[in-house]
């Protein structure tokens, strides 16, 4: 925590990459403001301070999945979670972690997780990373800690250590390859990992994935996903989404053959451009030249995991800026749907995910780091906690 801390004072010290702005003058863009900020309802909170929850996936019976950075490398499942009276379980505590990050579906009820050893709450301890594969087929877990599952026990295996220069952040799962999985490594590069066979392939080293050189800590590449033929990134201090065309198989698309282009792309602050690249490869070398498009940069300190609609509408969390924000790329209008740099409604919001029940797919699930890295006021901060947000009215208010 206090290694982002220092960052930012740093960066206020040196005059870089801190854009003074009123979040809701940037991000509104010709959006109604009446009906901001969405309903939101919170579903589940940590009892003590410094707990980080770092990413969610949702199940197709409406539970959630999310995984714990802090205090200990846990993976909780919330059910009942339309209902008034959500209900946590602790499913498993990761050995040879401190903490988990990335998590994604790479068939029915069958999750893929990373973690690893961390120093203090961000600094990665290169070399200590793992996938691990989580079966919930066919389990009840609608039960507390210890209890007597009524079906199959989860499974929890471990599938590969991770080389000693990945740091895996954000997975995601490739369309109708299950068991074909991207993989964020937030040091500078993409990676493509079938999970069935260990092959694994460099997709992609390219400045846009690398860290920005300038802050204290290495953060590139972060959240991914996949949407219409592209995988977008969120390149954190470079506070830019970015996308490239990707064929079926999860492999980049090369320059010469995508045809795609964004009409819209924005100029990045210099002190912003990611500077250096990840020299190694894990796996094959499949990194190709590929084009990649700007989508958006934003007037914001950090840029962290995302989630996109049916529309292709991108909803960001910002961590130490408090907010969500929802950008659509069709009409370049974005609004802060969710938080303030202030108050604690978002506070240190840093993944989320839709629901996918049909009484729910317009409930965003947001998960929280409390305000850990940068304490709001400079001071406070909250237990993690998991929040729904209702985005029925982004159709209203013109995004
Ligand atoms: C916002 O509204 C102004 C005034 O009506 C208009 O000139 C401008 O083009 C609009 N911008 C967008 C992105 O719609
Ligand atoms: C944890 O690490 C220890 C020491 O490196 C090793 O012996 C053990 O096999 C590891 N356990 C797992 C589950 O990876
Ligand atoms: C993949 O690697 C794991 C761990 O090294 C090993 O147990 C497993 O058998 C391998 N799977 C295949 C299909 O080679
Ligand atoms: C590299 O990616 C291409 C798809 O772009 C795929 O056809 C090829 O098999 C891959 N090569 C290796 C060595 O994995
Ligand atoms: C991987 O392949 C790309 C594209 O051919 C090349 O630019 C890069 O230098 C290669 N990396 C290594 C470590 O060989
Ligand atoms: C974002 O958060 C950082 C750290 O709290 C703060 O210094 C910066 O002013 C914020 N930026 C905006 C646009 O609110
Ligand atoms: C931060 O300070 C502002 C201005 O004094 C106040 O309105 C807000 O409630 C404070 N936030 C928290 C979480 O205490
Ligand atoms: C968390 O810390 C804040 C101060 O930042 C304090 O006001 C609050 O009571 C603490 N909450 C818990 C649950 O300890």
Redesign the pocket.
Known sequence: MFLLVLAILLVQAFGLAVHDVNPNSIAVDNVSLDSLPFPSRQLFQFEHNGTWIENVAARANGDLLFTVLQPAPQLYSLTAVQSGDPQPTQLFEFPNMTGVLGITEVSPDVFVVAGGKFKGTATPILGTFSLWRVSLVDTDISCKINCVYGGKKPSFDKLMDLPDHVYPNGLTSVPDRPGVILVADSMGSLLRIDVTSNKTDTVAAIPEMAPVQGWPFLMGINGIKIYNGHVYWSNSFAVTMYRMAIDDDGFAVPATSSTTSLPATTTKDDANTPAFTATTEFGNNNSTDVTVETVVTMPITFMDDFAIDEDGTLWITTNPNNTVIAYNQDTGKSAVVAGSQ???AM?GANAAVFGRTSSDSHMLYVVTAG?LTSP??G??I?PAKIVAIDTTNAAHIGL
């Open positions: 202030q108050q604690a506070a305000g709001i006021n001071s406070f909250e």
